[in-house]
C-alpha cells in the first residue's frame, strides 16, 4: 500500500495496527467496531476514518484494556482514552513542550520547525535527543493524526522533518577506526510508523562499532535466511511493531537464531508482549530507550 491512498484492505489495517485480519474480522462481527464497504466481488475496502480507528483500538488494547470494554466506548470517548493513555509517557521535562513545539509542523514551517528541534541535539547530543524529545513528539503527532487533531500531511511532515536530522547525523558520524565489532542485520518487517526508530536504531549500532547490515526497506521475515548466506550475522534486530506477538512468530525467529548460531535477536517497538515466557535468545524492546539498553551487551 502506498501512503496517500485513503482505501485500504483488511491486510493493510492488519499491516499498520498489527491485529491480524481474522481478529479485525471477528470484530467487526462480534462489536460493531468498523463497518467497511464491500466492492462488487465482495472484498472489504476502508476508508482513513476506519483505519485511524483500529490504530485506536489496537493502541488502548495493547496498553491494557479489553476489547469489550473498548467496543462500548463512544467516537468521542475513543479519542479522549487514547489521548489519556498516550499522555501517561510523556516527557517529564518542563522544557519540553511537545504541543508548542508542533506549531510550527502544522504550518508547514521547515526552518522554524528545524530550528526548535536542533537545540536537543546540541545541549544533549542525538541519543538523548532521540530517545528523550523527538521518539515522544513523533509518538505525539501519530497519536495526533490518529485523533484527528493533525492531518495525515502534518504527520508526514513532522516524521520526515526529524528523519532528515537523523539522517545527516548518520552521514556525519565518524566509525571507529578499530576492527569493528559483531555484525548486525536489520530487517524491517513491519509499516512506515516506526521507520524514524530504526534509522536511529542502526545509527546507535554504527555508533558503537558494529558492521551493520541495514537494507532500508521492508522484507519479509524469510529474507533472514537469505542475507545470513551472503554475510554471515552474530545479532538481529526485527522492527517488529506491525505484527502480533503470538507463540508462533516468537519461536519462528527463536529458531532461525538457534539454526544460524545468532547470539541475540532483539524485536523492537512493541508496547508489552502478550507472550510470558521469551526464548532466551530474544529480547522484546518497548523504546528506543530500552533498545539502547538491550545492545549494551553486544559484543
Not at 528541534?117 to 545541549?123: E, G, S, W
Not at 487533531?149 to 539522517?167: C, G, H, K, P, Y
Not at 549500532?205 to 535466511?225: C, H, N, Q, W, Y
Amino acid at each position: 500500500m502506498e501512503e496517500g491512498v485513503n482505501v485500504f484492505s483488511i491486510k493493510d489495517l492488519e499491516s499498520f495496527s498489527g491485529i491480524k485480519a481474522h481478529t479485525i474480522r471477528i470484530w467487526e462481527k462480534r462489536y460493531k467496531i468498523l463497518e467497511p464497504d464491500r466492492t462488487d466481488s465482495n472484498i472489504r475496502t476502508y476508508n482513513e476514518t476506519e483505519l485511524k480507528k483500529i490504530l485506536n483500538v489496537a493502541y488502548l488494547n495493547r496498553n491494557g484494556l479489553k476489547i469489550s470494554k473498548i467496543a462500548r466506548l463512544s467516537e468521542d470517548e475513543l479519542l479522549k482514552e487514547v489521548m489519556t493513555v498516550s499522555s501517561q509517557d510523556e516527557s517529564p521535562d518542563q522544557n519540553f513542550q511537545p504541543g508548542k513545539i508542533l506549531m510550527a509542523a502544522i504550518r508547514f514551517n521547515e526552518s522554524q520547525f528545524k530550528e526548535a528541534l536542533l537545540p536537543f541535539v546540541n545541549n544533549y547530543g542525538i541519543e538523548d535527543a532521540y530517545i528523550r524529545f523527538y521518539q515522544p513528539l513523533l509518538e505525539k503527532s501519530r497519536i495526533l493524526w490518529q485523533t484527528g487533531s493533525l492531518s495525515r500531511a502534518q504527520e508526514q511532515f513532522v516524521r520526515n522533518t526529524i528523519r532528515q536530522i537523523l539522517t545527516i547525523e548518520d552521514y556525519n558520524l565518524k566509525v571507529p577506526l578499530l576492527r569493528s565489532k559483531s555484525c548486525v542485520a536489520m530487517i524491517n518487517t513491519s509499516d512506515y510508523m516506526s521507520d524514524n526508530n530504526f534509522l536511529f536504531y542502526k545509527y546507535l549500532l554504527k555508533k558503537r562499532g558494529f558492521d551493520v547490515i541495514f537494507t532500508g526497506g521492508i522484507l519479509p521475515a524469510s529474507e533472514v535466511i537469505e542475507i545470513h548466506k551472503i554475510k554471515p550475522f552474530e545479532y538481529l534486530i526485527v522492527n517488529s511493531a506491525a505484527f502480533d506477538f503470538a507463540r508462533k512468530k516468537i519461536n519462528y525467529f527463536s529458531s532461525i537464531g538457534k539454526s544460524l548460531l545468532i547470539r541475540k535477536i532483539v524485536l523492537t517497538d512493541f508496547p508489552e508482549p502478550q507472550e510470558k515466557k521469551i526464548p532466551e535468545n530474544i529480547v522484546i524492546s518497548r523504546n528506543p530507550g530500552d533498545f539502547r539498553k538491550a545492545i549494551a551487551v553486544f559484543k
